[in-house]
């Protein structure tokens, strides 16, 4: 899900770069998608269920890449606590397995737990080859939007 001002370039990795997330440090691009609609959406509203949402562009993906890898059974290493760590001056577990990952280039995507929806997931990518994650959008809606804006190659 993006927000609507920088949906012309929905396989950018620039906004997780910017702030940094769970399995990224701030200034390392990554992806972050879920593998459901309703997963994407209480990832964005971060838990607060009467918090109204800002507007934002729902889009799917075609994913067909190779060298993830499945940590679905590790959500207690990778727990919710990340921030805390950060507030700690401490480096959070995902943040160093994002380092010790940039040295396996084969490693290109994490299958991790969502942890805003027990039992769902998500799919964080660091990188992929051109067609291994690909934009749906059969009727060009987004190009009507944004014209010769939008940018879909990573």
């Known amino acids: 899900m993006h927000n609507p001002v920088w949906a012309w370039s929905p396989l950018s990795t ?9 399995f990224n440090p701030k200034g390392s691009p990554a992806l ?3 593998l459901k609609p309703e997963t994407c959406i209480a990832e964005v509203a971060g838990g607060a269920s009467t918090r109204l949402l800002d507007p934002m562009t729902l889009c799917s993906y075609h994913i067909d890449i190779n060298g993830v890898l499945d940590l679905r059974l590790y959500y207690q290493e990778f727990s919710p606590g990340w921030r805390l760590e950060l507030l700690k001056k401490k480096q ?7 380092q010790a990952l940039q040295q396996r280039p084969e490693v290109k995507a994490l299958l991790v737990p969502s942890y805003q929806m027990v039992g769902e997931y998500n799919l964080v990518a660091f990188r992929w080859e051109d067609g291994e994650i690909t934009l749906y959008d059969p009727d060009g809606r987004l190009a009507a939007v944004y ?7 990573s």
């Open 14 to 22: 620039e906004g997780a770069a910017r702030v940094g997330g769970r």
């Open 147 to 153: 014209g010769d804006q939008l940018t879909i190659k």
């Open 32 to 34: 972050y998608l879920s």
């Open 92 to 98: 959070p577990l995902g943040w160093a397995l994002y």
